[in-house]
């Protein structure tokens, strides 16, 4: 792809486990692709440093090359509203940071779009990837973060406050529990990264990420039966949203499915015994980097031909 392509933009995705940046286009392909850790501990203000600065970096590489760039679309984690973001517990501190005029401070001369990142790399897979041309589909997101998009009539559906799809929010047992309003996310809190990181350290004394248990499961039964409970957790949930939105194809994406070890085969067979109408079940095309893309796909829709930064605010509902 030529460093002049028309219509280039900076692509950001902020995570709660790694940062990206690269430079894209109409065809969604990427180049100038840089990341490195969020380090959540370091706290928001830090984190959303490292984020503009490791966009800054692609974006002089980029007109060093002589490319022109001409918007900065954003993916992030929770809600991004004009002076604060909602439903992102992963960095301390997200929620109080006013990321859109930060952004346009940081880059004064691009118009930018925001959008979470699990609606985002449903709207990449929508307009590149597995969703393409699907009118009912869903998009699932599997890793520290556990989320998902619902699309109707091929268009991503946002919700009466931007929140539809935040399965992570989902209660998880009969008992009054711990819940959105004492700042929890049940399922999240189970099945996601961090989550499973910590049942694990009950098990070997100290957190283990997924990546690790994949590596040791040959070999340690522990390892394997922890992973064999979550991969059945995460069938079943999958089986439930198919039978609650009857989707012709659900697409399942996030750091989690990138492993050749996940075991989408045997997810396909369950759903195809327990729902009432089986949807094709297959690997988002963009797996753990449909966000990035996602990006690249908002810039494209709402940042180009735009005099005002196209974030998300409560009363717009934009993804």
Same mark, same amino acid.
């Given at each position: /792809?030529?460093?002049?392509?028309?219509?280039?933009? +900076?692509?950001?995705?902020?995570?709660?486990?790694? @940062?990206?940046?690269?430079?894209?286009?109409?065809?969604? &392909?990427?180049?100038?692709?840089?990341?490195?850790?969020?380090?959540? &501990?370091?706290?928001?203000?830090?984190?959303?440093?490292?984020?503009?600065?490791?966009? %800054?970096? +692609?974006?002089? *590489?980029?007109?060093?090359?002589?490319?022109?760039?001409?918007?900065?679309?954003?993916?992030?984690?929770?809600?991004?509203?004009?002076?604060?973001?909602?439903?992102?517990? %992963? +960095?301390?501190?997200?929620?109080?940071?006013?990321?859109?005029?930060?952004?346009?401070?940081?880059?004064?001369?691009?118009?930018?779009?925001?959008?979470?990142?699990?609606?985002?790399?449903?709207?990449?897979?929508?307009?590149?990837?597995?969703?393409?041309?699907?009118?009912?589909?869903?998009?699932? %997101?599997?890793?520290?973060? @556990?989320?998902?998009?619902?699309?109707?009539?091929?268009?991503? $559906?946002?919700?009466? =406050?931007?929140?539809?799809?935040?399965?992570?929010?989902?209660?998880?047992?009969?008992? /009054?529990?711990?819940?959105?309003?004492?700042?929890?996310?049940?399922?999240?809190?189970?099945?996601?990264?961090?989550? +499973?990181? %910590?049942?694990?350290?009950?098990?070997?004394?100290?957190? $283990?990420?997924?990546? &690790?248990?994949?590596?040791?499961?040959?070999?340690?039964?522990?390892? *394997?039966?922890?992973?064999? =409970?979550?991969?059945? *957790?995460?069938?079943?949930?999958?089986?439930?949203?198919?039978?609650?939105?009857?989707?012709?194809?659900?697409?399942?994406?996030?750091?989690? $499915?990138?492993?050749?070890?996940?075991?989408?085969?045997?997810?396909?067979?369950? $759903?195809?015994?327990?729902?009432?109408?089986?949807?094709?079940?297959?690997?988002?095309?963009?797996?753990?980097?449909?966000?990035? =893309?996602?990006?690249?796909?908002?810039?494209?829709?709402?940042?180009?031909?735009?005099?005002?930064?196209?974030?998300?605010?409560? *009363? &717009?509902?934009? @993804?």
């Amino acid at each position: /792809m030529s460093g002049t392509a028309a219509n280039a933009v +900076v692509a950001l995705d902020i995570g709660g486990t790694k @940062i990206a940046s690269a430079i894209g286009d109409a065809s969604g &392909e990427l180049r100038r692709w840089r990341t490195l850790a969020t380090e959540a &501990e370091r706290g928001a203000e830090l984190v959303l440093e490292s984020a503009i600065s490791l966009a %800054n970096e +692609v974006l002089r *590489e980029e007109r060093a090359s002589g490319g022109d760039v001409h918007a900065i679309g954003v993916s992030t984690m929770g809600l991004t509203r004009s002076d604060h973001v909602d439903l992102a517990p %992963n +960095v301390p501190g997200w929620k109080d940071l006013a990321i859109p005029a930060m952004i346009d401070k940081a880059f004064p001369a691009l118009p930018a779009a925001f959008g979470n990142d699990v609606k985002l790399a449903a709207l990449a897979e929508l307009t590149w990837g597995a969703l393409a041309k699907v009118a009912h589909g869903v998009y699932l %997101n599997l890793g520290t973060g @556990i989320a998902a998009t619902l699309v109707v009539d091929g268009q991503v $559906v946002d919700g009466a =406050h931007g929140a539809a799809g935040e399965i992570g929010y989902w209660l998880t047992g009969s008992a /009054m529990p711990q819940a959105a309003a004492q700042g929890a996310a049940p399922t999240e809190e189970a099945l996601g990264g961090r989550g +499973v990181s %910590n049942r694990a350290a009950a098990i070997f004394g100290r957190p $283990v990420e997924v990546a &690790e248990l994949l590596s040791r499961a040959a070999d340690d039964r522990r390892a *394997e039966a922890l992973l064999q =409970h979550l991969w059945s *957790e995460i069938a079943t949930l999958v089986a439930n949203l198919a039978i609650a939105f009857d989707p012709e194809v659900l697409a399942l994406g996030g750091g989690y $499915v990138r492993s050749d070890r996940f075991p989408i085969e045997d997810i396909t067979r369950f $759903v195809s015994r327990t729902v009432p109408y089986p949807p094709k079940v297959v690997r988002a095309r963009f797996m753990g980097d449909a966000s990035l =893309h996602g990006a690249v796909a908002v810039a494209l829709r709402d940042g180009l031909g735009s005099a005002t930064s196209g974030w998300a605010s409560t *009363e &717009e509902g934009r @993804i």
